[in-house]
């Protein structure tokens, strides 16, 4: 039986791995420019390869939060739909939930596009 509480629970995980996401994109970018600069500047070849290994592991981090993203969006959208059937509507909680089910089904529309 899907709870307030349960729903709460799940928007909160939503938001949070889209935070996660995001961090790792930003990180992704950041490791990017400076492997880009060490091979400007003819950085040491053991120094480079860790840093390639460093944005490599980053990069292997993105998918990964996306798979985690798009189950706790299913699970959000199954709590959801429970309590709306056993007709519990009302409350910023559901308001919240449909707001974060919307941003992360726009976050995929824009990373597909």
Not at 27 to 53: C, F, H, I, W
Not at 54 to 63: F, G, K, N, Q, T
Request: proline share 2%.
């Amino acid at each position: 039986m899907a709870t307030v509480r349960n729903l709460k629970i799940k928007t909160s995980t939503c938001k949070r791995i889209v935070k996660e996401l995001h961090s790792y994109e930003k990180e992704v970018e950041r490791e990017a420019a400076k492997t880009a600069d060490m091979k400007e500047k003819g950085a040491d070849p053991y120094d480079l390869k860790q840093q390639e290994n460093v944005l490599a592991e980053s990069r292997m981090m993105i998918p990964d939060c996306r798979k985690r993203l798009e189950a706790s969006l299913a699970d959000l959208k199954g709590t959801l739909a429970e309590l709306e059937e056993a007709n519990e509507k009302e409350g910023s909680e559901f308001e919240d939930a449909h707001s974060t089910i919307t941003e992360v089904e726009k976050l995929f529309q824009t990373s597909e596009a």
